[in-house]
């Protein structure tokens, strides 16, 4: 009895690992998309509307998909602290906490703090080439990130099922 | 907003908001230098950011360098030089992180804060064809901190209002930093509150604020007391602002800051034929002065204006030195108050 209880909850510790690595890697592609089209947001926003960089965020938090509205409202509210900082600082402290929450990887991260030096701080056409510079990288990082979904998805999944499987048969 | 926070800003609104816009370890200095000498802070009128060069405060009767350790000097050697990273900070401060913002007000080479705060800016200009594109490398910033006072205008106000209670055409005329806007601003609370002394009932103000001065527009709504019935149309061109109320909000004084062009000009003619009161402010020391601006000069020929008030310093910003009959150019009887 009390190996059969064993065996269960290493297969469902085992499979648990197994799928939410699977998931991140399912997660990452979809982040990264949602990401891109916060940016398309972001730069309409910019170049249409002329919007004040924290009101532009705003909208953009409110818009975009929940995953990635945390990032914009976050860093709009730090804009507006009072603190003194500038729009690159306000970026980089709220992508440390983000992207410890999101499958984003740490190249993805390096693309949108890339886009914070340059964001709020000239005109409206250099405002625009950054933005697109940033989404063109968010696609091929998302490319790429869909790749590696197809490939590791399958893999983990089974993965942890088949690896606790094993586990239990080397111990029984 | 905590206790001491608000006490602060009873005391001293307009500068509070004017630190803000400045790096941290700046707006320490000034707030310790605000808790320490909070009578000669309320009389600072002006900061000085020039990139590499020492930092100015610029009181109502002198210029002060601040001092690199806080508190103030007159030796520029032991001033706190601005470094490039306090303009950088500023100019994110000031234009909200969000320079493609204001590509008109860069043209201009101001900014206006919220509650009417200008911020004038210097550096390297981008022309096309002549005309201004943009400022590139922000170097030099003069933040102006506009206080209103209340009253600033009680003694004026006798010149400007007839025996039969209607508002005469007025044009206050003054240098740079003598307190126009004050004044206007003060007129025009007056005059849309109404004023019980004259037994003046209050009329229906029109402004154009084409540099966000008069009224401290933020998102639309003035952030300064104009008045109970007072119309504000912010940040709008004047010559178009002044057509667009006489049309759309019937008022019966119309006022703007700062009339020179000729577009302007035209504009007030059609006002003055309209039957609308024209509050107005020009640049210039003395009335010989504007009447040598072409623009001026033909507003002056209508002979419609019919006070003039002449403002200087001499005894702080909002002297009235002298009111002129517009018509006849006599002195009305004023005492410098």
């Known amino acids: 009895m009390l190996k059969i209880i064993g065996a269960l909850v290493i297969l469902c510790s085992c499979g648990y690992a197994g799928f939410s690595v699977a998931r991140d890697y399912q997660r990452r592609p979809k982040d990264l998309r949602y990401l891109q089209s916060a940016l398309q947001m972001l730069e309409t926003e910019i170049s249409y509307g002329a919007t004040p960089l924290p009101d532009a965020l705003e909208q953009v938090a409110n818009r975009c998909d929940k995953s990635v509205a945390q990032l914009f409202l976050e860093t709009r509210n730090r804009l507006l602290s009072g603190d003194g900082i500038t729009a690159r600082e306000a970026l980089d402290d709220t992508l440390k906490k983000f992207s410890r929450n999101s499958a984003i990887k740490n190249s993805d991260a390096s693309v949108l703090r890339a886009l914070g030096t340059s964001l709020g701080i000239s005109d409206r056409e250099d405002q625009v080439k950054h933005l697109q510079l940033a989404r063109e990288q968010l696609r091929i990082e998302a490319a790429k990130a869909e790749e590696e979904a197809a490939k590791n998805v399958k893999l983990y999944n089974y993965l942890g099922v088949l690896g606790g499987l094993t586990i239990i048969l080397i111990f029984i | ?337």
């Not at chain 2, 509150?193 to 009932?201: A, D, L, T, V, Y």
């Not at chain 2, 540099?211 to 119309?231: F, H, K, M, W």
């Not at chain 2, 000009?265 to 504007?290: C, M, P, S």
């Open chain 2, 1 to 337: 907003m905590n206790a001491s926070e608000l006490a602060l800003s009873k005391k001293d609104n307009s500068l509070t908001i004017v630190m803000n816009v400045l790096p941290s370890h700046l707006r320490k200095m000034l707030q310790r230098l605000q808790q320490l000498q909070p009578e000669e802070m309320a009389r600072l009128e002006e900061l000085r950011l020039r990139q590499n060069r020492p930092m100015v405060l610029g009181f109502s009767d002198e210029d002060v360098f601040l001092h690199r350790e806080g508190g103030l000097t007159a030796h520029s050697e032991r001033a706190y030089f601005v470094s490039a990273d306090d303009i950088q900070r500023t100019t994110q401060m000031v234009s909200n992180s969000s320079i493609y913002a204001l590509e008109e007000e860069l043209k201009n080479g101001y900014i206006t804060l919220t509650g009417g705060h200008r911020v004038g800016i210097t550096g390297k200009v981008v022309a096309d064809q002549g005309r201004v594109k943009t400022i590139k490398y922000i170097s030099g910033f003069n933040i102006r901190i506009s206080r209103q006072v209340v009253g600033a205008a009680d003694q004026l106000l006798r010149h400007l209002i007839s025996p039969k209670g209607d508002v005469y055409h007025t044009m206050l005329i003054s240098p740079p930093r003598c307190g126009k806007t004050t004044i206007l601003r003060d007129i025009v609370r007056q005059l849309s509150s109404g004023i019980q002394k004259f037994n003046f009932p209050g009329v229906t103000v029109g402004v154009v604020d084409e540099r966000s001065e008069i009224a401290g527009c933020y998102r639309g709504i003035p952030q300064l007391n104009v008045g109970t019935r007072s119309d504000v149309l912010d940040s709008c061109p004047k010559a178009s602002g002044m057509m667009m109320l006489l049309r759309s909000m019937s008022p019966q004084v119309i006022a703007t800051d700062e009339i020179g062009r000729m577009e302007d000009v035209e504009a007030l003619e059609e006002v003055l034929n309209a039957g609308v009161k024209v509050l107005t402010t020009a640049h210039g020391a003395a009335v010989d002065d504007i009447e040598k601006r072409p623009a001026i000069k033909r507003l002056l020929k209508l002979q419609a204006i019919e006070r003039l008030v002449v403002l200087d310093r001499s005894k702080g910003p909002g002297t009235v030195k002298q009111v002129l009959d517009g018509i006849t150019y006599r002195p009305l009887g004023v005492k410098r108050c």
